[in-house]
C-alpha cells in the first residue's frame, strides 16, 4: 500500500537569549530576550570593567533560562 | 468438531476449503478494486492533512489580526482588509518571450511590495517601522499559508471528484514535505510578533559587525551602506536596514556602489544562509563563488549582470539550516557560526584581495531584531 509519512519535526521548546557583549574587555553576559531587543543595541554596563555593553547576538536553545 | 464444522461437512464443505475459496475471492476483490482502496487511503490522508492546513492557516490569520490590533494599534477592525489581502494575487509576465523578463518580474514585485506597505500603513499608520515591517510580513506569511491550503484543497477536491488515483497518489506522496513547509510558517509567525532575529539572518549579523559605529547611508529602498576598513583594504558594507523585517534590495545597491558612486571593488563577499540537505548539520558553514542569495532572481541576476560587466569576481559564504530554521529564530548553532564566519570572511579577503584595495561585502537575508 502506498503511504508517505508525515515528517515534521518534533515539536521543541526554546528559550530565546540575549548576549550582551563588552567591546572593551571582551565580557559576555547572557540573559532572557526581552522585547525591544536587537543586535547592536546598547546593553547594561559591563560588570567586569563598567564599560558600555552591546547586543552581540540573540539566539534560541533548547535550555532553561539561567537562574 | 463444532456445530458448524458437523453443518458444513454434512453439506460436503470443510472449514479449509471455506477459508480458501474466501481468501481467493479476497484476492479477487483485491485485484479488481486495489486502485478504489488506494483512492480510499490516499483521500483519508489527504484530508488529514487538509485539516492540519487549515488550523494553520487560521491561525497564522488569527494572529496576524491579534497583531494588528494590539501592538499595531489599528484603528477599526483590520480583519476585513486582512481577509481581502489573503486573497491578494500577484501576476507574473508573460514568459513567451523571455527577452526582458527579469526587469517586468522586478517591475511587478516591486508593485506588490509597495501594495503591501502601502496597505499595512493604512491599517497600522507608520509610526513604527519595525511594527510595520513586521506586519507586512505577519500579512505574508498568512497569505502564503492560505493560498497553501486552497491548492492543496483544490487538488483534493478535484481528485475526489474525478477519482483520479494517479493526482490523489501524487499529492498524497507531497504532503509530507507541504506540511513541513507549512509548519515553518507558522512557526515564524511567533518569532516574527516578537522581532526576534531569524536564522536566515545571520548574513546581516556578519554584516552589522563591520558597520557597527560607522556612518550609514542608504544606497537602495531598505538598503544601507558602510564603509570600514581591515588590513589596508577599504570594506563597502551592505545589508538590509534593521532592525526592521526587511530584506532590502541587495542587487540595486551593489548596482549603486559600483555604477554610481564608482567603486571598484576587487571582489564581492556574500554571506547568506543556505538551505541545508538532509544529513547535513545546522550551522555548517561552506564557501564557494557565485551570487549567494535566494528569492525569486531579480537580485541575482542584477548582481551577477554588474558583476559580469565590471568582471569582479563574486565569493559566497554560506551558513547551512533547514526551511525551519530560517524562519524562525536564530538556532544556537547558527549564531555560534557567525564567528567562524567572520575568520573565514578575514581569511578570504587576505587572500582574494591586496592592500589599497576595495572590497564590498553584502550581508543578505532578512535582518529582523538586526540593526547596523
Known amino acids: 500500500m502506498i503511504s508517505s509519512r508525515s515528517v515534521v519535526e518534533k515539536k521543541v521548546k526554546y528559550t530565546v537569549f540575549t548576549i550582551e557583549e563588552c567591546p572593551v574587555c571582551g565580557q559576555k553576559t547572557k540573559r532572557e530576550f526581552q522585547p525591544g531587543d536587537y543586535v547592536t543595541k546598547d546593553g547594561a554596563k559591563c560588570t567586569k570593567c563598567g564599560n558600555q555593553t552591546r547586543i552581540s547576538l540573540i539566539y534560541a536553545e533548547t535550555a532553561k533560562p539561567p537562574k | ?372
Open chain 2, 1 to 372: 468438531m463444532s456445530g458448524i464444522g458437523v453443518s458444513l461437512l454434512q453439506i460436503g464443505l470443510d472449514l479449509n476449503s471455506i477459508f480458501y475459496v474466501v481468501s481467493l475471492l479476497v484476492f479477487v476483490a483485491y485485484g479488481l478494486y486495489a486502485p478504489r482502496i488506494q483512492v480510499w487511503f490516499a483521500l483519508n490522508e489527504i484530508g488529514r492533512g487538509l485539516t492540519r492546513l487549515k488550523v494553520m492557516k487560521d491561525k497564522a490569520r488569527k494572529e496576524t489580526i491579534d497583531y494588528l490590533t494590539t501592538t499595531g494599534k489599528a484603528s477599526g477592525d483590520p480583519t476585513e482588509r486582512v481577509d481581502q489581502f489573503l486573497d491578494y494575487i500577484t501576476i507574473m509576465p508573460v514568459d513567451i518571450d523571455p527577452n526582458g523578463i527579469v526587469g517586468k518580474i522586478d517591475h511587478v514585485v516591486t508593485t506588490r511590495d509597495e501594495r503591501v506597505r502601502q496597505e499595512v500603513g493604512t491599517i497600522v499608520g507608520d509610526k513604527n517601522p519595525v511594527t510595520v515591517s513586521v506586519s507586512e510580513n505577519l500579512l505574508e506569511a498568512a497569505t502564503a499559508l492560505n493560498t497553501i491550503h486552497k491548492i492543496v484543497r483544490h487538488f483534493y477536491l478535484l481528485g475526489k471528484k474525478t477519482s483520479s488515483y494517479f493526482m490523489l497518489v501524487q499529492l498524497q506522496m507531497l504532503m509530507p514535505m507541504i506540511i513541513q513547509e507549512a509548519d515553518a510558517l507558522v512557526s515564524a509567525v511567533d518569532t516574527f510578533k516578537l522581532a526576534q532575529p531569524l536564522g536566515d539572518g545571520i548574513g546581516a549579523v556578519i554584516a552589522s559587525r563591520y558597520m557597527v559605529g560607522r556612518e550609514k547611508q542608504t544606497i537602495a529602498k531598505d538598503t544601507v551602506l558602510a564603509v570600514n576598513e581591515y588590513k589596508g583594504r577599504k570594506l563597502y558594507v551592505v545589508k538590509a536596514e534593521g532592525p526592521m523585517a526587511y530584506v532590502g534590495q541587495p542587487g540595486v545597491g551593489i548596482r549603486h556602489v559600483i555604477e554610481e558612486m564608482g567603486v571598484k571593488p576587487s571582489a564581492i563577499i556574500m554571506i547568506d544562509a543556505a538551505l541545508k540537505l538532509e544529513g547535513e548539520k545546522t550551522g555548517e558553514i561552506a564557501e564557494g563563488v557565485g551570487a549567494a542569495i535566494g528569492g525569486i532572481g531579480v537580485e541575482k541576476y542584477q548582481i551577477e549582470e554588474v558583476a559580469a560587466k565590471h568582471k569582479i569576481p563574486i565569493y559566497a559564504v554560506l551558513v547551512k539550516q533547514s526551511i525551519l530554521e530560517a524562519i524562525t529564530a536564530m538556532r544556537k548553532e547558527i549564531a555560534e557560526a557567525s564567528d567562524k564566519v567572520m575568520t573565514l570572511l578575514n581569511r578570504v579577503i587576505e587572500e582574494k584581495t591586496k592592500e589599497g584595495d576595495d572590497v564590498l561585502i553584502a550581508g543578505i537575508g532578512n535582518t529582523l531584531g538586526v540593526s547596523q
